[in-house]
């Protein structure tokens, strides 16, 4: 049974009880993020009881991969990235003529990360790595060191014997520049699908 102390643990401590099989934490977590995901979805497939079945899906795959999320850093990030990728899913499913047409494009306009994330590996990473060649050359090797290599803001500074505010404004005028490119690359798509739904 939930008691005071429960409602009190943060994420963290919720997501450690969850791996000891606590149906109270699990509970906790329901209750605390179904409001909050159910909207989300809801705003992107426009249609309430899908929504429903995508985050129920959602909390079931969470408690039978209860013992895989270790690693885990924050629970609401991952819920919420899950709730997108079950929403696209369903998108691309569902597709129709105009009814989702708007939920795609909503989806495309997600930040640079999310968006590498969604869309088919192929052809981006062939676009990404084009635009990539084009920079700069300190920007092109700041941001591989960042985005490819994983490197921290501080080992790349290290790296580079450049400070740390240089390399944050070096990887945020590239994610910007991907950010144009990706809605020119957007628009087209959605203009080639609309011609494919006439």
């Known amino acids: 049974m939930l008691n005071k102390d429960h409602i009190l643990c943060s994420d963290h401590q919720l997501l450690k009880l969850l791996q000891e099989d606590s ?3 699990f509970d906790l977590i ?11 979805v809801a705003n992107v497939v426009k249609d309430n009881d899908e929504a429903k079945d995508i985050v129920q899906e959602l909390f079931v795959t969470l ?3 209860r ?7 924050s629970l609401k990030a991952y819920l919420f990235t899950a709730a997108r ?5 369903y998108i691309r499913d569902n597709i129709s003529r105009n009814k989702y047409l708007e939920s795609l494009t909503l989806f495309f306009d997600l930040e640079y990360d999310s968006v590498i994330q969604q869309m088919e590996a192929n052809e981006l990473t062939l676009f990404i790595d084009k635009e990539i060649a084009k920079l700069p050359p300190k920007m092109r090797e700041v941001f591989i060191l960042s985005r490819k ?8 500074s290290e790296k580079l014997k450049i400070s740390d505010k240089t390399v944050k404004k070096q ?3 590239v994610l910007k520049h991907f950010r144009l ?3 020119e690359k957007t628009l087209y798509l959605i203009a080639c699908l609309t011609l494919l739904l006439k």
Not at 30 to 40: A, D, V
Not at 85 to 89: D, E, M, R, V
Not at 149 to 156: A, D, M, P, R, V
């Open 23 to 25: 149906k109270e934490a």
């Open 63 to 65: 408690w039978l991969r």
């Open 85 to 89: 990728n079950k929403g696209l899913t």
């Open 67 to 73: 013992m895989e999320l270790c690693e885990l850093k």
């Open 181 to 183: 490119k990706l809605a």
């Open 149 to 156: 290599e994983n490197l921290s803001h501080k080992l790349i």
């Open 30 to 40: 329901y209750k605390r993020y179904w409001e909050q995901l159910f909207e989300y």
């Open 171 to 173: 990887i945020n005028n």
